[in-house]
């Protein structure tokens, strides 16, 4: 073959299909590698867990509060992380939030025997940004003229500006804090944009429901659907055939649905639930005879020692855990031996013993896979069977209500989902080449339906029905500072990931050298990062003046290592060149909860300090260990 | 003969104090030539290089480019004058992709409204086709650049120096880290660079290379200029003499066969 062509053959397999020298990494384990992933399931873990051992944790109340205090947080830990990505350090950042807002309060305070400057508020907005700026740009300057690390000179910016609030409130104010009132000019107009808060007793909505589960089933299913098309071979033409069965089954999950919110009863929910399950797995496999290339044979079933060993030890575990839960009485508060209670024993006990149960099983399954597809769908239709039999296990002797509820239904689910994709992965072709189109149109998809049903939660915790009023649920207020967190955040991920700034923020944290090299522009990309720390240290400090409408002199001190932490825990590296700002937010949310979790489990607050600790100690482990596997999966 | 060359250096100096760095190099370079520079190490080649690219000034001495008198104060200024340098360490940034470190620092842009964005899809596509042009098949142009071979790496880096419009290629000891293979492949895309009308400028202290490849040999030896010779003025046994100093290696040449013949008995 001439170089020519060989060239053109090279550069087709890569936009088309792929490298055959590459093994295949389907989609699921590309996502598995992004350095975000441990930020990702370390909040599903901390909700989960702060879910089960507290009361009210997952009301729309304590959400509101965690939410809120990851705000402020995860606005800072996203430009430190930032930062931290481009190879420095600010240790500045803290005390930088309550600078700006003290400046500011100073700026439009009263003049007079109140020391204020009386500006308009329209006035000192933009003066107090311009300082904000210049902090940055002196940190950033400083760092490149001396040369010295960044951990260095912002330390001494850090005690600069402490020693500046604390001087200047009691200079001018004769107090250690600083307020203002309402009267300053403008105040109407700037207050609902840094403080605005929505509450959400006020707004009624009866046809929330319709919407909320609406979105959330739609949202489901367009999620389950992507799933398929990322995993499975697409048919080159498709099967007409399977399109009534699709549709059937989605007649029936609505049903089923409408059945189960105009009866009540358990015999008609009954009924309702096995439509639904039913219907699910009869649309999904619609769909995939319609859209999916199908499996010839699938081979007989064998049951092989090695296969039923774990099989056997797995429905052993499962059903330990439900004696467990059975016999030991989970009425007992008494202290058997520290830290468990009765309870908390049984608790651990039946957490352990299915968790062992699981995993056995899912070692059979395994195993059952490298024989034939039949012999795994057996092995994982009885997984699906004793999760179900465990849900139902849960139900009956469950004391505290949301578990009798919620918790079964996770359970129902899960199993339903087990089972529906044996039944699917049995009878359709996996795929083991790259598809770009189908990854692609899969992707989309999954970000449709992951959007639809955080669309779902989120009407749902915004707006109350009159029902719900009625039986006097309590309320709760969202402060604008979710919406100036979210919208932070999305642009500093854009920025990172799509600009060149981006690319040059990675650039010199990785080689700063290397990036002179080629033209970066190093010094200016520095300077630049630590102006959009400042600026996000600025954005905290109004949030926090229009709030509160006062502050301490040491407003924001020492809370620059929690911003660290929390860019730590969600993935980015102190050494620079490596991380994720979207992980950040994340870890700034695993914080929260954290603080706000082992409130609401009335925990001993003295010792939330050791839980943060072993907390970041895992994420730590865990985010090396991701990356690790992400570098290798790479080599 | 006064004739224009693309890229002409007279008298070339550079002290750092009282170290003398190099002093009164001067050699010349044409479009669709190869310009070797050997030396020991030591030789001043690195800082010679340096000039060049931008990185430093030099003290005494100008550059000419086409006639015209140039300085370049920093990287960027030689860049754009099209003077494209493929450093030893290659200047990559090992934990970014191949193709981001393809781009840097020249990344294709889009615009989405009033933002720019970088253009990602031509991005890949680019790279992976300037690679595949060097016979190097960049598995996925999202793997970090740390993961690439040697040889690789240095096809990565030449690739992009070329793609972005050099007019000149200084390439500083490219196969000195390479197997036979690979340096096989190097050689053959300077030739290829030269025939597409580059200028290239290959500082490497293994005359063996450069000698196949090259048009004009300038030798240093300790910051000073042992001679800017054409090809058809030397023998390549001519200049690995003269770049180990002549006698020295006569004389390792005596002793060696002293020692085997010594072993053999």
């Known amino acids: 073959m001439s170089e020519a062509t060989e060239v053109n053959k090279i550069i087709e397999d890569a936009t088309n299909g792929g490298d055959e020298r590459l093994a295949y990494r389907s989609i699921f384990q590309r996502l598995f590698i992004r350095p975000e992933i441990g930020a990702i399931i370390g909040v599903i873990g901390v909700w989960a867990f702060f879910w089960a051992v507290s009361l009210n944790f997952g009301t729309t109340g304590q959400t509101q509060n965690w939410l809120d205090t990851a705000s402020t947080l995860g606005i800072m830990a996203v430009a430190v992380s930032m930062l931290m990505i481009g190879g420095e350090f600010d240790l500045s950042s803290g005390a930088n939030t309550g600078a700006m807002g003290i400046f500011f309060i100073l700026l439009i305070k009263e003049t007079g025997d109140l020391g204020g400057l009386g500006l308009s508020i329209w006035l000192a907005v933009p003066l107090s940004f311009a300082l904000a700026m210049a902090i940055g740009y002196a940190n950033g300057f400083m760092v490149e003229k001396t040369a ?122 009954v009924l309702a639930a096995a439509v639904l399950a039913v219907s699910v797995v009869v649309g999904l496999f619609g769909f995939a005879t319609w859209r999916f290339e199908p499996i010839a044979n699938a081979g007989k079933f064998q049951l092989t020692p090695t296969i039923a060993a774990p099989l056997v030890a797995g429905l052993v575990a499962v059903g330990a855990a439900a004696v467990a839960s059975f016999v030991i009485d989970s009425d007992n508060a008494e202290t058997l031996f520290f830290p468990f209670t009765v309870q908390g024993l049984r608790a651990v006990l039946m957490m352990a013993l299915s968790a062992i149960g699981l995993a056995l099983l899912m070692v059979a399954a395994n195993r059952a896979l490298r024989l034939n597809l039949t012999t795994k769908l057996v092995v994982s239709t009885i997984t699906a069977a004793a999760i179900a039999g465990f849900a139902f296990v849960i139900r009956a002797s469950a004391e505290v209500a949301k578990f009798r509820t919620e918790l079964f239904s996770v359970f129902l689910l899960a199993a339903l989902a087990l089972f529906a994709w044996a039944v699917l992965g049995a ?44 039986a006097g649920v309590n309320p709760a207020r969202f402060s604008v500072r979710m919406l100036w967190f979210f919208a932070f955040t999305a642009v500093m991920v854009w920025i990172l990931g799509r600009t060149r700034f981006g690319s040059w923020t990675f650039a010199v944290g990785g080689n700063a050298q290397a990036a002179r090299q080629v033209g970066v522009p190093a010094a200016r990309t520095k300077t630049q990062l630590f102006m959009i720390v400042s600026g996000a240290a600025w954005l905290v400090g109004m949030l926090l003046s229009f709030r509160l409408s006062s502050l301490q002199a040491g407003a924001g001190d020492g809370e620059e290592f929690e911003y660290i932490i929390a860019a730590v825990v969600g993935g980015t590296m102190l050494t620079g060149g490596h991380g994720t700002t979207l992980g950040a937010a994340f ?49 | 003969m006064a004739e224009t060359h693309l890229l002409e250096l007279e008298n070339l100096s550079k002290y750092y104090g009282n170290i003398i760095a190099l002093e009164g190099v001067s050699t010349s370079v044409n479009a669709g030539e190869v310009t070797c520079v050997l ?67 020249a990344e294709p842009t889009k615009s989405v409204g009033p933002f720019k964005m970088i253009d990602k899809a031509t991005a890949m596509r680019i790279a992976k086709q300037e690679m595949a042009k060097m016979g190097i098949d960049i598995r996925d142009p999202e793997q970090p650049v740390g993961t690439l071979s040697g040889g690789e790496r240095q096809s990565v880096a030449i690739a992009r120096a070329g793609y972005f419009g050099a007019r000149v290629l200084i390439l500083d000891e490219p196969t000195s880290a390479l197997g036979v293979k690979q340096s096989g492949v190097v050689l053959k895309r300077i030739v290829e660079a030269r025939n597409q009308n580059l200028a290239i400028i290959f500082i490497t202290h293994n005359p063996a290379h450069a000698y196949p490849v090259g048009d004009r040999f300038l030798i240093l030896n300790r910051g000073k200029s042992m001679g800017n010779f054409a090809k058809d003025d030397i023998t390549q046994q001519e200049l690995t003499a003269l770049m180990a100093g002549g006698s020295e290696l006569q004389e390792l040449q005596a002793e060696l066969e002293e020692a085997i013949s010594g072993v053999k008995k």
């Not at chain 1, 970000?447 to 669309?455: H, K, P, R």
């Open chain 1, 148 to 269: 010295l690390p960044s951990f260095i000179v912002t330390l001494a910016t850090f005690f600069i500006l402490r020693g500046l609030k604390l001087g200047l409130s009691k200079l001018l104010t004769g107090q250690i804090s600083v307020t203002f009132t309402d009267e300053a000019h403008g105040y109407s107009f700037w207050q609902p944009i840094f403080a605005g808060t929505w509450q959400r007793n006020e707004h009624i909505w009866n046809g929330r429901d319709v919407f909320y589960i609406g979105f959330l089933v739609i949202g489901a299913g367009i999620m389950a659907l992507s799933a398929c098309e990322m995993h499975f071979v697409r048919r080159a033409t498709k099967a007409a055939s399977g399109l009534p069965i699709f549709a059937a089954g989605i007649a029936g999950i609505g049903a089923a649905i409408f059945l189960m919110h105009t009866t009540d009863g358990v015999g008609a929910n």
């Open chain 1, 427 to 470: 009878r359709f072709a996996e795929r083991r080449r790259l598809d770009a189109s189908a990854d692609r149109f899969g992707v989309r998809a999954l970000i449709f339906g992951i959007s639809l049903m955080v669309a779902a939660v989120t009407l749902r915790h915004l707006f109350v029905t009159q029902a719900e009023l009625d």
């Open chain 1, 587 to 635: 870890g700034a949310a695993i914080m929260a909860m954290s603080l706000v979790g082992i409130q609401a489990a009335r925990w001993n607050t003295d010792w939330r300090w050791v839980f943060l600790g072993v907390i970041l100690l895992l994420a730590v482990i865990a985010n090396r260990f991701i990356r690790d596997r992400a570098d290798g999966a790479r080599r």
């Open chain 2, 39 to 105: 030396g020991d190490n030591g030789a001043g080649k690195s800082t010679f290089i340096k000039i060049l690219a931008g990185v430093h000034q030099q003290s005494e001495g100008t550059i000419r480019m086409n006639g015209e008198v140039v300085s370049f104060k920093s990287p960027r200024e030689a860049l754009n004058a099209g003077v494209a340098t493929v450093y030893q360490d290659l200047a990559m940034v090992p934990l970014m992709s191949v193709w981001r470190n393809f781009f840097l620092g």
